[in-house]
């Protein structure tokens, strides 16, 4: 068996586990990335430490030029790649083909055990991606900029807004952790509220099972619902983090699961006050991921909040290997 530990070399390229000293290699290929709302500069140091996960950089001539890694999720059955990336002046040669293709020949020997490639992309994936994926699932994504000294004073006025539309304002319940476990593990819950019964936060797809449960734990920050016992919209707010947008900006991601609108709009204004709450920075930037049928009611209920182009959609798609 090859030892995938030691570089691989693929046309003058060589392929190796991600370590602490690529940090600035990665970084100097990551800066158009997201336009400015890229997750790698707060994940990067954690990734390489989550047993969960492997990272991989391919290196020409000692620098940096690609990184994809990938998480290892469903009790080790999936693997979920996140974070494809080529250098600006090496894009256009078919490095993420390479990249890609090194990692699933890593996971073939050293996890056999994983049967399926499972990830997220944005809007018009490229037309091979298509043609060798299942598209199990698409949303919508709304990605909004708030200045963060005025986001309660916002809150205070959408609250006003919705009253003036007939709908009281009733908090979410924020759950509990042996709620999240007994809800997301509910037949009926997944069957209404998670299509394709894939759990996607913040762009991870993942199956309902206590172990990928316990890992999202850790990445959460607030688990809500409409009601504990019998819910019919969930949302989940991620830990926001910093982001290159700007001086001292977040990102803050917020991933509703339901197609009730009234919910949906109580939801988000929720989840944007706790995660405003949660950092002291100067800017946020919340990147809603909804159903597609939501997209109008919420892009119009946000009238007058500035919007950031990033993306439209989110797609979860999988294949075997
Ligand atoms: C998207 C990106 C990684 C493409 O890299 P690239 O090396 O220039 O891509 P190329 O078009 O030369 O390579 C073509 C191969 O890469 C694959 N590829 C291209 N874009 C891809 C994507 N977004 N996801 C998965 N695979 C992709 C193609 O399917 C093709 O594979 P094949 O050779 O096996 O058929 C690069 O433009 C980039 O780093 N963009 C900024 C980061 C980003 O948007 N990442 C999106 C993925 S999360």
Redesign the pocket.
Known sequence: MADHRAPQTNHHLDFCLATEEDYEGVMA?SG???KGADYIQVKYHSWLQDTKRRTFVAKRKGQVV?LESVCLVDDGSTAVP???????W?????????I??FVKDYLKNEFPAVKCIR?T??ED??S??LS?YRLLHSKATLSLIFKVEEIEKTVHNFITKLEKEGHYFQSPVTLELKDVRRIYTNEMVIEKLLPAKILIQSWLPVLTMTSNLDYLLARVGNWMADSSEEPNFLSLGSHPFKVPLGDNSYRYDIDLFGTDPRCAKIHFLAQLLVGAKMISGSVLCCCLYIEKQLFQTLDIFCEGIKKYELWKEQLVMEKDI
């Open positions: 290929i158009d990335v997201y690609a996140e974070g494809l990336r080529v250098a600006p090496e894009r256009g040669r078919g490095i993420a083909g390479l890609q293709n990830l992309r944005v994936p490229p091979s991606m060798q």
